[in-house]
């Protein structure tokens, strides 16, 4: 293939000469005379290719002109004026025919109609048929990939931006920048976008491909502001869309001529443009933004091939355009650094969402332990205020516990202050002299109540008795308050030690004091420490607290131009301290101490029983770690004429209860040494709900909170503060339903053949016992056996029979079932004994009252009863009340309802009165 590029003849009205081709013509001188740029050429040319047997074919690009070829006086194609139709077809032709000699002359007529100058800008190419359209399907394969490349990344370039909802433009004007590129490279050189709308009669026109060039720049300028920012300002980008607005609407309202000359104000504004990306991407590579170099280098080669393609096109000649091959270069490497930044987008996003989450349970902690805080507290005012029948000796230390509690409360309430004021304004403090002896023996006496039941002990130790130190008397009570708090909750034996030394190695004048609390706990690892330093977290043996404490005093500290520090060792205990100037004893006393009552002894408990083992009879166990909520609910509980115990440690209420179960335990979910719920799960895989009544009272109020404490088999929940007589009615309901449970028994026995029961529960897999007197085995299963192992004392029932006989049942070990399952259970087991003593389902369903029976075809049934009868069937939202009233109805008819019914009777009851809602599905 050879391009005919060189001179012409060339012929325009009587002017005759030679002309370049590649070139234009614009007042051209043409032999004598000057051809306009308005007029009309005759090109000719001579051919020498020797003899051939083989086709030619001759390649004549896209003059955006009327044109027509002649091959050795033959008309092989024409277009526009030259044309029959007149349609002006802008995509290069090819022509083929057979030459007559060694010699072709070769023809064509060229008409200016549009632009300002004329002529043909790229040379015709003449070859073989074959290798010319081999040529060309390479070519418009290669600029087809090339297009539909750059279409497909604008497409999701811009899918990802209206998936994200419009957040981050650097991919719209990505996009756009690819959708300009793509329809400017479709529309040259073989420009297929125009052979494919060709059928439909659809010819882009030249318009389009050059306001793609402005559109193109416009969506690079933007994204690469979009990446780096910094640098590029807002002036030249606003200069930018105004002269591509401009552009675009010329190009719909102006003629080609003037068009024409708006292009070249347009190309050389592009080149200025082009050039002032490069260098704010330079600065941006200079500033290591990231991807900036690589993105300098390929902004570098673009700058290039624009270049070049602007100084061709002012020579008025077309020799192919290397801008948009450089676009796609840069495209490219565009989009290798949009998805590099989107996957660092989506793995900060998923940080973010990561910490959130994190930030969101560390809300939900801190707003739970927050309320345990404020709650527990109120508890032991509105219970202790509530009381009627009290000595004058109970009146008294009822109203000194009040009032500890309150300041307690008080104290936690500044703290929630603080968290405010550290944010926005600071802590502010007003230091004076402060006496160490009366702040001690103050928090000591606020404390006592929490400790009363422990093996704990706060000791003072102070070298002098008048001790005075320089700080704001408020803000020195509550970082004392809040490190005491934090050694009572961690430490559950041993001494705490609220100390202050004389700091002999600090030469400072009037001298300083080093204050602190030393505890015996567990202490901490570099971990926990970590974590007890942070705003609303704790350490990892924290089951309770605001998790505030540490900071906050560390702000305060801060204030007074201190700093906390805490040394601490695992399993030897911990200690935090802090310096403060010494000051000298001042004869005026502080606000603060006015305000304090005179420190007073810690009044004893009152007790009717041995702590230390549990009574003959049936008792209440209190567990909770919280000395004033302990002697409160003792208080209370004492109308119902059950020994009170009470509990600070875990290990001990275990070792009480293994010694003899009590008839009821009050169990607190949040303690220092384990969770209730840890408790609860532990003790319902010893002990049923019928033997081991458990009510819960918490603080803790979150519905999540309660049916997780109901699945682990507590019997009823209470939310602390409630009313003394809320809890008061709730305690005698569970010890009724336990002494009902053990007369129901009883009635059975005197109404029923006792060996007949005997022989039935042996053949049980429950254990069961029968004993003489001295509790020698006459009857057992294999179970029994076992569980008589473990003692006589864990029996749930030990009940008299005839013959001096003795007959003990203990729980049957079972699997842990959901409130749901226990529903269906029951359901099942009435309907297995009605259909035993010989009745159907349906009659069951229709003589209990609560189900209604229908016809299915020529059988009778009741499709509601059925679904209940299935887990997989049971409604969302069943009725409870159905199914216990059906249970109860084959109670009252049958003469030995079973044992298995009684027992699942009692659970689903027990779950129903609790909480309804653990019934409902999700």
Same mark, same amino acid.
């Given at each position: 293939?050879?391009?005919?590029? =060189?001179q012409?003849?060339?012929?325009?009205?009587?002017?005759?000469?030679?002309?370049?081709?590649?070139?234009?013509?614009?007042?051209?001188?043409?032999?004598?005379?000057?051809?306009?740029g308005d007029?009309?050429?005759?090109?000719?040319?001579?051919?020498?290719?020797?003899?051939?047997?083989?086709?030619?074919?001759?390649?004549?690009?896209?003059?955006?002109?009327?044109?027509?070829?002649?091959?050795?006086?033959?008309?092989?194609?024409?277009?526009?004026?030259?044309?029959?139709?007149?349609?002006?077809?802008?995509?290069?032709?090819?022509?083929?025919?057979?030459?007559?000699g060694?010699?072709?002359?070769?023809?064509?007529?060229?008409?200016?109609?549009q632009?300002?100058?004329?002529?043909?800008?790229?040379?015709?190419?003449l070859g073989?048929?074959?290798?010319?359209?081999?040529?060309?399907?390479?070519?418009?394969? *290669?600029e087809?990939?090339?297009?539909?490349?750059?279409?497909?990344?604008?497409?999701?370039?811009?899918?990802?931006?209206?998936?994200?909802?419009?957040?981050?433009?650097?991919?719209?004007?990505?996009?756009?920048?690819?959708?300009?590129?793509a329809?400017?490279?479709?529309?040259?050189?073989?420009?297929?976008?125009?052979?494919?709308?060709?059928?439909?009669?659809?010819?882009?026109?030249?318009?389009?491909?050059?306001?793609?060039?402005?559109?193109?720049?416009?969506?690079?300028?933007?994204?690469?502001?979009?990446?780096?920012?910094?640098?590029?300002?807002?002036?030249?980008?606003?200069?930018?869309?105004?002269?591509?607005?401009v552009?675009? &609407?010329?190009s719909?309202?102006?003629?080609?001529?003037?068009?024409?000359?708006?292009?070249?104000?347009?190309?050389?504004?592009a080149?200025?443009?082009?050039?002032?990306?490069?260098?704010?991407?330079?600065?941006a590579?200079?500033?290591?933004?990231?991807?900036?170099?690589?993105?300098?280098?390929?902004?570098?080669?673009?700058?290039?091939t624009?270049?070049?393609?602007?100084?061709?096109?002012?020579?008025?000649?077309?020799?192919?355009?290397?801008?948009?091959?450089?676009?796609?270069?840069?495209?490219?490497?565009?989009?290798?650094?949009?998805?590099?930044?989107?996957?660092?987008?989506?793995?900060?996003?998923?940080?973010?969402?990561?910490?959130?989450e994190?930030?969101?349970?560390?809300?939900?902690?801190?707003?739970?332990?927050t309320?345990h805080?404020?709650?527990t507290?109120?508890?032991?005012?509105?219970?202790?205020?509530?009381?009627?029948?009290?000595?004058?000796?109970?009146?008294?230390?009822?109203?000194?516990?009040i009032?500890?509690?309150?300041?307690?409360?008080?104290?936690?309430?500044?703290?929630?202050?603080?968290?405010t004021?550290?944010?926005?304004?600071? *802590?502010?403090?007003?230091?004076?002299?402060?006496?160490?002896?009366?702040?001690?023996?103050?928090?000591?006496?606020?404390?006592?109540?929490?400790?009363?039941?422990?093996?704990?002990?706060?000791?003072?130790?102070?070298?002098?008795?008048?001790?005075?130190?320089m700080?704001?008397?408020?803000?020195?009570?509550?970082?004392?308050?809040?490190?005491?708090?934090?050694?009572?909750?961690?430490?559950?034996?041993?001494?705490?030690?609220l100390?202050?030394?004389?700091?002999?190695e600090?030469q400072?004048?009037?001298?300083?004091l080093r204050?602190?609390?030393?505890?015996?706990?567990?202490?901490?690892?570099?971990?926990?420490?970590?974590?007890?330093?942070?705003?609303?977290?704790?350490?990892?043996l924290? %089951?309770?607290?605001?998790?505030?404490?540490?900071?906050?005093?560390?702000?305060?500290?801060?204030?007074?131009?201190?700093?906390?520090?805490?040394?601490?060792?695992?399993?030897?205990?911990?200690?935090?301290?802090?310096?403060l100037?010494?000051?000298?004893?001042?004869? %005026?006393?502080?606000?603060?101490?006015?305000?304090?009552?005179?420190?007073?002894?810690?009044?004893?408990?009152?007790?009717?029983?041995?702590?230390?083992?549990?009574?003959?009879?049936?008792?209440?166990?209190?567990l909770?770690?919280?000395?004033?909520?302990?002697?409160?609910?003792?208080?209370?509980?004492?109308?119902?004429?059950?020994?009170?115990?009470t509990?600070?440690?875990?290990?001990?209420?275990?070792?009480?209860?293994?010694?003899?179960v009590?008839?009821?335990?009050?169990?607190?979910?949040?303690?220092?040494?384990a969770?209730?719920?840890?408790?609860?799960?532990?003790?319902?895989?010893?002990?049923?709900?019928?033997?081991?009544?458990?009510?819960?009272l918490?603080?803790?109020?979150?519905?999540s909170?309660?049916q997780?404490?109901?699945?682990?088999?507590?019997?009823?929940?209470?939310?602390?503060?409630?009313?003394?007589?809320?809890?008061?009615?709730?305690?005698?309901?569970?010890?009724?339903?336990?002494?009902?449970?053990?007369?129901?028994w009883?009635?059975?026995?005197?109404?029923?053949e006792?060996?007949?029961?005997?022989?039935e529960?042996?053949?049980?897999?429950?254990?069961?016992?029968?004993?003489?007197?001295?509790?020698?085995?006459?009857?057992?299963?294999?179970?029994?056996?076992?569980?008589?192992?473990?003692? *006589?004392?864990?029996?749930?029932?030990?009940?008299? &029979?005839? =013959?001096?006989?003795?007959? &003990?049942?203990?729980?049957?070990?079972?699997a842990?079932?959901?409130?749901?399952?226990?529903?269906?259970?029951?359901?099942?087991?009435?309907?297995?004994?009605?259909?035993?003593?010989?009745?159907?389902?349906?009659?069951?369903?229709?003589?209990?009252?609560?189900?209604?029976?229908?016809?299915?075809?020529?059988?009778?049934?009741?499709?509601?009863?059925?679904?209940?009868?299935?887990?997989?069937?049971?409604?969302?939202?069943?009725?409870?009340?159905?199914v216990?009233?059906t249970?109860?109805?084959?109670?009252?008819?049958?003469?030995?309802?079973?044992?298995?019914?009684?027992?699942?009777?009692?659970?689903?009851?027990a779950?129903?009165?609790?909480?309804?809602?653990?019934?409902?599905?999700?």
């Open positions: 293939m050879t391009a005919l590029a =060189g012409w003849c060339a012929q325009s009205g009587d002017a005759s000469g030679q002309l370049n081709v590649p070139g234009t013509w614009h007042n051209t001188r043409l032999a004598e005379a000057r051809v306009p007029a009309e050429v005759h090109y000719r040319l001579t051919v020498n290719h020797g003899e051939l047997d083989r086709a030619l074919a001759i390649r004549l690009p896209r003059p955006y002109d009327s044109y027509r070829l002649r091959v050795n006086g033959r008309e092989l194609l024409a277009t526009g004026r030259y044309s029959a139709s007149g349609h002006d077809e802008c995509y290069p032709h090819y022509a083929q025919f057979y030459a007559s060694d010699q072709s002359l070769i023809e064509v007529d060229v008409a200016n109609q632009f300002i100058a004329g002529g043909m800008r790229s040379p015709p190419i073989l048929a074959d290798d010319m359209y081999e040529w060309r399907a390479r070519e418009l394969a *290669i087809g990939f090339q297009s539909g490349l750059l279409v497909l990344m604008a497409f999701i370039q811009l899918g990802q931006f209206a998936a994200a909802r419009r957040v981050y433009a650097a991919q719209l004007f990505f996009g756009l920048t690819c959708l300009s590129v329809v400017f490279s479709s529309l040259g050189g073989e420009q297929w976008l125009s052979l494919l709308l060709a059928p439909w009669h659809l010819a882009p026109d030249l318009h389009l491909r050059w306001a793609m060039i402005p559109l193109a720049i416009l969506g690079l300028s933007e994204f690469s502001a979009q990446l780096f920012p910094d640098e590029f300002h807002r002036r030249p980008r606003q200069y930018w869309r105004a002269i591509t607005v552009f675009l &609407l010329g719909l309202l102006l003629p080609s001529r003037p068009l024409a000359v708006l292009f070249w104000a347009m190309e050389s504004a080149l200025l443009m082009s050039g002032y990306i490069l260098f704010a991407t330079f600065r590579a200079r500033q290591r933004r990231p991807g900036a170099l690589s993105l300098t280098a390929v902004y570098g080669i673009l700058f290039i624009v270049m070049r393609d602007i100084v061709v096109d002012f020579q008025g000649q077309y020799l192919g355009n290397l801008g948009p091959t450089g676009m796609v270069v840069c495209l490219v490497w565009q989009g290798l650094l949009l998805a590099r930044h989107n996957a660092r987008a989506h793995k900060r996003s998923m940080e973010l969402v990561q910490q959130l994190q930030a969101e349970a560390v809300k939900d902690e801190f707003l739970a332990n309320s805080e404020l709650r507290p109120l508890q032991t005012i509105i219970g202790l205020a509530g009381l009627d029948s009290q000595t004058q000796d109970q009146r008294g230390r009822n109203a000194g516990l009032g500890d509690t309150a300041r307690r409360l008080a104290l936690l309430v500044d703290d929630l202050m603080d968290l004021r550290m944010r926005h304004q600071g *802590i502010q403090v007003q230091p004076m002299a402060v006496s160490l002896r009366g702040e001690f023996e103050t928090l000591q006496q606020l404390f006592s109540p929490v400790i009363r039941h422990r093996d704990l002990e706060i000791r003072l130790a102070l070298p002098a008795e008048d001790l005075y130190v700080a704001d008397p408020k803000r020195l009570r509550q970082v004392l308050y809040n490190l005491l708090g934090n050694a009572v909750k961690f430490t559950p034996a041993g001494e705490i030690c100390y202050a030394e004389v700091q002999t600090v400072t004048p009037g001298g300083e204050i602190g609390v030393r505890d015996t706990g567990p202490g901490m690892d570099s971990k926990q420490l970590r974590l007890a330093r942070q705003r609303y977290q704790q350490g990892e924290a %089951s309770e607290g605001v998790g505030l404490g540490l900071p906050i005093s560390h702000g305060i500290l801060h204030a007074h131009g201190s700093a906390l520090e805490i040394d601490s060792t695992p399993g030897k205990g911990t200690d935090c301290h802090f310096a100037p010494q000051a000298t004893a001042s004869p %005026s006393v502080s606000p603060m101490e006015n305000a304090i009552p005179a420190p007073r002894p810690a009044p004893a408990i009152e007790q009717t029983v041995d702590q230390s083992s549990p009574p003959d009879e049936d008792y209440i166990l209190v909770d770690d919280d000395g004033c909520i302990l002697e409160t609910v003792a208080q209370l509980l004492a109308p119902l004429e059950h020994p009170v115990l509990e600070s440690r875990i290990d001990h209420a275990l070792s009480l209860i293994d010694s003899r009590p008839a009821l335990l009050i169990l607190d979910l949040m303690m220092p040494e969770s209730g719920f840890e408790v609860l799960e532990l003790l319902r895989q010893r002990y049923s709900a019928t033997h081991l009544p458990i009510l819960v918490s603080a803790r109020q979150a519905e909170d309660q997780r404490a109901l699945l682990l088999g507590a019997n009823d929940f209470l939310v602390k503060p409630c009313e003394p007589l809320e809890l008061c009615n709730r305690a005698a309901g569970q010890l009724a339903l336990r002494d009902n449970y053990r007369r129901r009883m009635r059975r026995l005197e109404q029923q006792q060996d007949q029961i005997i022989s529960l042996l053949n049980s897999e429950r254990p069961v016992v029968v004993s003489n007197t001295h509790g020698e085995q006459l009857l057992s299963n294999e179970a029994g056996r076992l569980a008589m192992n473990e003692g *006589i004392e864990q029996a749930e029932l030990n009940l008299p &029979l005839q =013959g001096q006989r003795r007959l &003990l049942l203990w729980p049957e070990k079972s842990q079932h959901s409130p749901r399952d226990l529903l269906v259970a029951l359901l099942q087991e009435a309907i297995k004994l009605w259909e035993d003593a010989g009745h159907s389902r349906l009659h069951l369903a229709e003589h209990s009252g609560q189900w209604r029976g229908q016809l299915d075809g020529s059988t009778a049934r009741s499709r509601t009863f059925d679904r209940y009868t299935a887990l997989s069937s049971l409604p969302k939202r069943p009725n409870v009340d159905r216990i009233s249970a109860r109805f084959v109670e009252q008819h049958l003469n030995a309802p079973g044992i298995e019914l009684q027992n699942l009777l009692e659970r689903v009851e779950l129903r009165t609790a909480n309804p809602r653990v019934f409902i599905e999700g």
